[in-house]
């Protein structure tokens, strides 16, 4: 009984896929997916005819130890270190640790050296180094007492895993008690007194958007203007419309519960673990569900500004690339989807259409390029794209505005600036075919050049102003990471929560 009472869970949050980093240079596709263990030993089916040596076991006789993570007293120091950064993940349920009888050191000292192990092998992909096998490395570590040191490296250096951690820690302490249930019919009115809103104002004082001596006792019942603020407070960090009403997105998000919150936090936790360990003194990073872009230095953002990204068809991919290339004036080729699905039809109402948008049809390159106006009706274009290839020209209409940054990766993904700006006024920016608009491209350009010796901001104007495509291979490229962080801690230290657009969250929870 007692040993079915602390049975944990067997599933671990991990990594299906392999990640070769060969260098920066070659972009990596970040999707992290469940991984099960399956038996007690380790995590494969076990053959009944001929089982092996598990890693666990080959891990006890080299170091010659009855356990890796217990002594006479219980948990060591170490094995309590790695229990934890293990549970934040998810990889197990919360026990408690400091009362485990003894028949239960083996099955715990085996799980907490299997996550070990998978934490070394994910290390060992990722670097693309010819490494140890994973029991090897510990065995040494073992065998040096500096299981420490190697479970600290195997920790990427981003101040959000510490953060993150101490988020998952308030959202346990929040799960301790049963989360208020509120009538989602419920449409209070200012001034209004209701029980509902008693039920809602306890929401808000527990996940700090309303201060405890902010409340009035003759007031906890009431729809006033503390509640209106506390519910935009509410709404801001949850990336709803800061209007302080109860529409059915915020009622949604409020009853959302911290269990449910602290395996959405596990979920983001892991995909930072999925980054580059040691973060280099200058990247770029954009957060596709915050439609945001930083350029960090030294940890800290020295530059933000709004993004667009891919809709829930067309989704930017999880990257880690670099920028390589700045264009000025950038033509544009678009995909044969869109070619088929929106230039086309559009010529079909409008033949004059694409000639406005200075398309033209292209074939050869260089100085043997041909080209040809498209200002008749009823062309057949489709046949026509058989020898040629659709092009708009540079100018302040083209789709790509005037900067396009290459980053290479194998979806035709880059990014780049946009003549309609007005879009970066929506909340929701999930909008293009899966490349990254700018809000401010020009100031990221600017930033590029202040690393090339041979370029200086009047050339850079001056390329603008000449109308003509002009490509800048950096001599200093920037590292990219485009990321998918459905919750972040921001600046002001704040939990920050944005809609998770593609289901990503969704899908590796398994929630229907």
Not at 492 to 502: C, K, M, T, V
Request: glycine share 4%; aromatic share 10%; net charge positive.
């Amino acid at each position: 009984m007692l040993h079915d009472l602390l049975a944990i869970t067997r599933k671990v949050y991990g990594v299906v896929f392999l990640i070769v980093f060969v260098s920066i240079s070659q972009p990596l596709i970040l999707n992290a997916q469940p991984l099960l263990f399956t038996d007690h030993e380790n995590g494969r089916p076990v053959n009944k005819i001929e089982k092996k040596v598990t890693p666990y076991q080959n891990t006890l006789k080299q170091s010659e130890k009855e356990y890796l993570w217990f002594n006479r007293n219980g948990l060591t120091l170490s094995g309590r270190t790695l229990y934890w950064l293990l549970a934040d993940l998810g990889w197990q349920q919360i026990v408690n640790i400091n009362e485990l009888p003894k028949e239960s050191y083996r099955q715990y000292d085996r799980i907490l050296t299997n996550g070990f192990l998978e934490l070394i092998n994910v290390d060992s992909q990722k670097s693309g180094l010819p490494l140890a096998s994973a029991d090897s490395r510990l065995i040494q570590a073992v065998n040096e007492d500096s299981t420490d040191q190697l479970l600290f490296s195997l920790i990427p250096e981003y101040k959000q895993i510490n953060q993150l951690r101490a988020a998952i820690s308030d959202y346990r302490f929040l799960s301790a008690s049963p989360w208020p249930t509120l009538d989602l019919n419920f449409k209070p009115k200012l001034g209004q007194s209701h029980p509902q809103v008693k039920e809602i104002r306890e929401i808000l004082v527990r996940l700090s958007c309303l201060a405890q001596n902010a409340q009035q006792k003759n007031r906890l019942d009431i729809f006033d203007s503390v509640v209106i603020s506390a519910l935009k407070k509410f709404q801001r960090r949850h990336g709803l419309v800061a209007d302080g009403e109860l529409g059915p997105q915020t009622y949604r998000a409020l009853q959302i519960s911290p269990k449910q919150r602290i395996k959405q936090l596990q979920v983001n936790l892991w995909r930072w673990f999925t980054l580059p360990n040691h973060p280099p003194e200058k990247y770029l990073v954009v957060n596709i569900p915050s439609y945001q872009l930083s350029v960090m230095e030294g940890g800290e953002p020295i530059l933000e500004m709004k993004v667009i990204v891919g809709n829930s068809k067309n989704q930017t991919p999880q990257l880690i690339t670099q920028i390589n290339r700045l264009t000025f004036n950038p033509s544009w080729t678009p995909t044969f989807n869109i070619i088929k699905n929106e230039l086309i039809p559009a010529y079909r109402k409008d033949f004059l259409s694409l000639k406005r948008q200075n398309f033209q049809l292209l074939k050869g390159y260089w100085e043997n390029v041909q080209s040809r106006e498209i200002d008749q009706p009823n062309l057949n274009l489709m046949q026509l794209l058989q020898s040629y290839r659709l092009v708009q020209a540079p100018g302040d209409n083209n789709a790509l505005g005037y900067y396009r940054f290459n980053i290479p990766n194998n979806h035709a993904i880059y990014l780049h600036d946009t003549p309609v700006k007005s879009l970066f006024k929506k909340e929701e920016r999930a909008l293009s075919h899966g490349c990254v608009r700018l809000e401010n491209a020009g100031l990221l350009a600017k930033y590029l050049l202040t690393f090339e010796k041979s370029y200086d901001e009047n050339m850079l104007f001056a390329a603008i102003e000449s109308g003509k495509t002009t490509h800048i291979e950096l001599s200093n490229p920037l590292p990219v990471y485009i990321t998918y962080q459905t919750v972040w801690i921001d600046q002001q230290g704040e939990l920050r929560w944005s809609p998770d657009i593609y289901d990503l969250d969704k899908k590796t929870l398994k929630i229907k």
